[in-house]
């Protein structure tokens, strides 16, 4: 699948366009490290050339599906949920929402994220959000209220109480321990 999508002369297009702040942010990232060159940069690098081919994948795979294996209608309808999720985040995102990507009804939605996940679609999106904020955390400088809401949280206060519970520490006391670890 990945050679068909490299040698589409018709999809060049299609991946210029930008598909989230993230995706940009990576762009950045990469562009920052190899100015700077830090120790391991090229790692880092690596990381995010992969996270940048997943999201020209994901684009791909849903603008030309007929290039695809067709498996599961399920597992295929899950991925579009999924990918769904990935590319809109930072915006409010309902269950009906979720459901009307893979085609399926609210409830089927929800048997198939606890069926394959072992949690809601909402617990997901909110899990999603949170792994986000912990790479910003310990790769930005932002305040976090910028994190808050670059990961899709509308109020800070609840993040920071989702992030306590996963966690176990605030936004704060994870970014101190990070910097102390990293030796900044």
């Known amino acids: ?8 002369s018709n999809f060049s297009s299609v991946v ?6 993230l995706f940009l942010y990576d762009m950045d990232t990469i562009i920052e490290l190899s100015r700077h060159r830090p120790e391991g940069f090229e790692f ?7 996270s940048l081919l997943r999201q020209y994948f994901r ?33 409010e995102i309902t269950v009906d929402e979720i459901a009307a990507v893979g085609r399926m009804s609210r409830s089927k939605c929800s048997r198939m994220f606890r069926r394959y996940l072992g949690k809601s679609p909402i617990e997901h999106v909110q899990q999603y959000r949170l ?14 209220s910028e ?3 670059v990961c899709g949280f509308n109020q800070q206060s609840y993040f920071n109480r989702l992030f306590v519970r996963e966690y176990g520490i605030t936004p704060r006391q994870m970014r101190r321990e990070f910097k102390k670890n990293s030796g900044e």
């Open 131 to 144: 792994e986000k904020s912990v790479f910003l955390l310990k790769n930005t400088d932002l305040q976090f």
């Open 147 to 149: 994190i808050a809401s």
């Open 59 to 91: 684009i791909y795979h849903h603008t030309n599906p007929e290039e695809t294996v067709r498996h599961d209608t399920d597992m295929e309808s899950f991925r579009e949920m999924l990918a769904f999720i990935g590319e809109h985040h930072q915006e």
């Open 1 to 8: 699948m990945l050679s068909a999508m490299i040698t589409d």
């Open 44 to 50: 880092e690098v690596a990381a995010r050339y992969l």
């Open 16 to 21: 210029i366009h930008p598909v989230s702040d």
